[in-house]
């Protein structure tokens, strides 16, 4: 069968084409301009290259639009892209393949959907999950197999997927694991006497005359798109770019056919399948319901997402009953029956080198689609839960936390230091997740600077929240008091730093975790991402004595996470306390926190966007000096003075790289002139990889020492740079590359390294 399948894969390649055709031609069923813009979307996210390419598929009551974008392969030979580029598709296996094969085995009465999954894998090791748990993600079980052991092939992985149990309740908890379809891929082969990948064919691909669609396809075949290059992968001792072998680490342990992932295809082999599943008599319908418990906060079907943490597809418009999935490699589709649309979008963001990224994409073009629909009337509709990575999770300490049944918090009594950023992925604050976690007495609360909303600009007195004693930390004292700590077990923090030194919630964590180690109690981290990444570390390690606003001899932007910083902490400031880390998972060091899929909310009254917070290591450095743009609209996205001339400035400063200056007037009310009027620049990002924020803020003081040397002051950056050779080579006007030298990086470097986190594989 295996061979048969294979020659006809083969003949279906040999008419490969090379460039990229252009658009077709528009119907009455689309809007032309947000056709327009759709085009402009993708090839935004090609320029800033983000995805190498891609290929699209729009349909709506039987008209098509479709193209392709950019490039399939960037090395070592660069090859356009065309419409019937063979992807990847990764998880888009679990609803192509996997769970339809189940629900054509429910329709042929071979299998129920509720009964216990035991029933048909009599070795797996609980008894109470049932195939509908494994199809909604329900199950209780964690991720992903682990990777570490070296187990290799199908029915090793099998084995250790059966022996998995659950970490909850089955039925409470929706985990997106690739277990669950690892399970019914299986209950496919045991129940029908077919491996996945034949039964698949015969009963799906083959009857919907999908061509194109395979696991194992033949790596000969040039129209298949590469992923990744692997270094260390056990199966590929040298270098190599994955093309035609699956992306996905388990299954291609699996020998390259498992329930989660493996499957291959093209967009208009995934438009017969969305064509099929819409058109409601190849299917059960019951397959696209939403089947999850109603007291459940996410929406699944049994195997479509429909409202979850996943859902970016969806954009803002599509309705609830609308569904679709994600796949880690980067393609996603979302079919809406109210208006008999859907549309299919396929990338290789993995390649080359697994740093791409879809999810602003994603949610994009949901929107734009959905606008794009003649005769289509959409109400939005609230998202209620928060957006992560396309066909990952990205968890932070509290999700990974709750994931765990707040194992490392049962039988204590905890205060929690946290404020409006200590949120789940859903919105919900830590503090309420606490008070009603099982087996937790949370007995107190601590604020940080700004209060426990985070908009106070002054010291903050105590207060109650919930009920509960609200002690400040930020006014007559910064530390915790000894009768505070008492009758407590353990000090949680949960905050959201914005990875900057002088950004003084790390100094609160530091002071912190000092109290609980005189206290002897425990000091649990939940760990958050950088929201500007953890990848660039820029600008000079803090010289002299520390203090509220340079806690610890650290770089400016120095690239770690709170709970690593706890770590170093630690260590080199020898705090004898009990530290756990509850670490971020499915987190790449070089993600943006939007990148990550994360919600963001303001940190601090003046921090207002992420793009503030990633100039901020830089403009905060001028704040003492000049205007920064606080009692603005648009706070850290501006500087000026009185006798700064903005296009004058501006040219000083075209060499920077990843920002573009555009001269401004305008009048701050508050801090640095205040009620002065101003001349200055706005900042815009224009490339995040290539922002150097630290060095943007040197750039301005060197420029302006150079312009305007007796009316700059200069020496209102010492407090916050704290490194005095730099400010002296500011002052001399010597250059960036004289600086770096100074800024001692690479020890930083060596140091920081034995304290950042090795995450887990999602």
Not at 388 to 417: E, F, M, P, S, W
Request: with cysteine; proline share 7%.
């Amino acid at each position: 069968m295996r061979r048969a399948r294979l020659l006809l894969f083969l003949l279906a390649a040999a008419c490969a084409t090379a460039p990229a055709p252009p658009p077709h031609a528009t119907s009455p069923s689309f809007d032309a301009a947000k056709l327009t813009e759709i085009d402009a979307a993708i090839d935004d996210a090609v320029a800033h290259k983000r995805i190498p390419g891609g290929v699209l598929w729009i349909e709506h009551d039987g008209d098509t639009y479709h193209r392709a974008y950019g490039k399939r392969a960037l090395t070592p030979d660069v090859e356009w892209a065309t419409e019937d580029t063979i992807y990847d598709i990764a998880s888009l296996t679990k609803v192509v393949a996997t769970a339809p094969s189940i629900w054509l085995l429910i329709a042929d009465g071979k299998i129920a959907l509720d009964a216990p999954a035991r029933m048909y894998l009599p070795e797996l090791a609980d008894d109470a999950i049932t195939v509908r748990h494994l199809l909604t993600h329900t199950s209780g079980l964690r991720p992903d197999l682990d990777l570490h052991e070296q187990w290799m092939g199908y029915d090793e992985g099998i084995r250790h997927a059966l022996a998995e149990k659950p970490r909850h309740r089955p039925g409470t908890v929706f985990i997106y694991s690739d277990i669950n379809y690892i399970l019914l891929g299986e209950i496919v082969h045991r129940v029908s006497g077919e491996t996945l990948d034949d039964f698949a064919f015969r009963r799906i691909f083959t009857p919907l005359g999908m061509t194109d669609t395979n696991f194992q396809p033949s790596q000969g075949v040039v129209r298949i798109a590469p992923t990744e290059r692997l270094y260390d992968d056990p199966l590929a001792p040298d270098p190599v770019i994955l093309r035609g072998v699956v992306h996905d680490p388990t299954a291609r342990r699996m020998d390259g056919v498992a329930g989660h992932a493996g499957l291959f295809s093209t967009a208009a082999d995934l438009a017969k399948f969305a064509r099929a599943v819409l058109a409601g008599n190849f299917f059960p319908r019951e397959m696209t319901e939403i089947a999850t418990p109603p007291e459940m906060p996410i929406k699944r079907a049994a195997g479509f997402d429909v409202d979850s943490a996943y859902s970016r597809p969806r954009g803002d418009l599509f309705p609830i009953g609308s569904f679709g999935h994600t796949g880690w490699t980067g393609g996603f589709f979302w079919i809406d029956p109210s208006s008999h649309a859907f549309y299919i979008f396929l990338s290789n963001r993995v390649h080359p080198n697994g740093q791409g990224s879809v999810t602003a994409l994603q949610q994009r073009l949901g929107t734009l689609v959905a606008e794009s629909l003649r005769g289509a009337t959409f109400t939005p509709v609230p998202r209620r839960v928060g957006w992560v990575t396309g066909g990952g999770a990205a968890q932070n300490g509290i999700d990974v936390l709750d994931a765990n049944g707040y194992a490392a918090l049962r039988g204590l009594r905890i205060g929690l230091i946290t404020n409006q950023t200590g949120i789940d992925h859903a919105g919900n604050l830590t503090i309420d997740l606490l008070r009603g976690a099982p087996d937790v007495t949370l007995v107190s609360v601590f604020s940080p600077e700004h209060g426990i909303s985070g908009i106070a600009d002054d010291n903050i007195s105590d207060d109650r929240i919930r009920g509960l004693p609200l002690y400040s930390l930020y006014g007559d004292r910064r530390k915790p008091l000894p009768e505070q700590l008492a009758n407590l077990d353990a000090l949680v923090f949960d905050i959201q730093d914005i990875g900057t030194r002088f950004y003084t919630y790390i100094s609160t964590m530091g002071l912190a975790m000092e109290a609980a180690a005189d206290a002897k109690i425990k000091f649990i981290v939940l760990d958050r991402v950088n929201p500007i990444g953890g990848d660039v570390v820029e600008g000079p390690v803090l010289q002299g004595d520390t203090n509220f606003t340079g806690f610890h001899p650290i770089a400016i932007r120095h690239g770690m996470t709170v709970g690593e910083l706890a770590r170093m902490f630690r260590a080199e400031r020898k705090i004898d306390v009990d530290l756990t880390v509850i670490p971020v998972h499915g987190w790449a060091r070089n993600q943006w926190q939007d990148e990550a899929g994360l919600p963001w909310v303001n940190p601090s009254p003046n921090i207002r966007s992420l793009d503030a917070a990633a100039l901020y290591p830089g403009l905060g450095l001028l704040e003492r000096a000049l205007s920064v743009g606080r009692g603005t609209d648009t706070p850290f996205e501006i500087v000026g003075a009185p006798y700064i001339e903005g296009a004058v400035l501006a040219r000083e400063l075209r060499g920077v790289r990843g920002v573009s200056f555009t001269p401004i007037r305008f009048t701050p009310t508050a801090s640095t002139f205040a009620n002065t009027e101003c001349g200055g620049l706005r900042i815009a990002i224009t490339n995040r990889r290539q922002l150097r924020s630290v060095e943007l803020g040197v750039a301005i003081a060197s420029a302006l020492v150079r312009l305007y040397p007796s009316q700059f002051a200069v020496d209102e950056i010492e407090p916050l740079l704290r490194d005095k050779e730099t400010l002296n080579a500011i002052r001399a006007g010597r250059t960036l590359d004289d600086m770096r030298v100074f800024w001692r990086i690479d020890a930083f470097l060596a140091r920081r390294a034995k304290y950042l986190t090795r995450w887990p594989s999602q």
